[in-house]
């Protein structure tokens, strides 16, 4: 029977613990991203890489990668319950929408971003749950994100540091849109936003 450290990896949800396991992996790597590297200089690998990197063992680094797999593995225990693929296929679609943003606001990590994707989602489909933040204030989900990202910010000590965990809350919420409102008022029904592909459940086991 698994005990301590090990248990711990084991109750961690499977979608979350990989990202876990690839982002404490390439911790010591410096895996940035930038469209000339990845496609002009054949560095397709980078446009992977990035969205494990945390950057380096700090303070920072702790706080994201604490944040992010708490949330992401609360989201994938209720929203995505047995529904790895739909999981899987949420942050793939984050990811493609990090890419094309990343030019714009020159952003070479985007496993930051990422991480707030499944915050900002969770939060919204928890609307009424309470969150003690350090032990200090409590609030309700919806306003995590902004907490998360005001407390970036003074970590860091420059707005430019938490621009990337903003675009994340934007890419989070764009998503949380299509998959749950616009698919419930508009479409009255699943879309490939809000449902993995058939051939993606495949590949995951899912049917």
């Not at 895996?31 to 560095?43: D, E, G, H, R």
């Not at 970590?155 to 409102?181: E, I, P, Q, R, Y």
Request: aromatic share 18%; with cysteine.
């Amino acid at each position: 029977m698994p005990v301590g450290v090990e248990a711990w990896i084991t109750q961690i949800p499977p979608i979350t613990r990989a990202w876990l396991g690839l982002s404490v992996l390439t911790s010591l790597a410096v895996l940035y991203y930038s469209p000339k590297a990845a496609f002009v200089n054949m560095q397709a690998w980078r446009a992977v890489t990035n969205f494990f990197y945390f950057g380096p063992i700090s303070l920072d680094y702790v706080f994201h990668m604490f944040f992010f797999m708490r949330y992401s593995r609360m989201l994938e225990e209720s929203s995505f319950a047995n529904k790895k693929a739909d999981y899987f296929w949420l942050l793939f679609l984050a990811s493609v929408l990090l890419l094309g943003f990343s030019p714009l606001f020159n952003l070479p990590f985007l496993s930051s971003p990422l991480a707030f994707v499944p915050i900002y989602i969770w939060s919204r489909r928890h609307p009424s749950t309470p969150i003690s933040l350090f032990g200090l204030i409590t609030i309700t989900a919806p306003y995590l994100p902004v907490a998360l990202v005001a407390f970036s910010w003074v970590l860091n000590g420059t707005w430019k540091a938490a621009a990337g965990d903003l675009v994340g809350c934007a890419v989070g919420h764009v998503l949380w849109f299509m998959s749950d409102v616009w698919t419930r008022e508009m479409v009255g029904g699943h879309t490939f936003l809000s449902e993995a592909p058939e051939r993606v459940k495949r590949l995951f086991g899912d049917q």
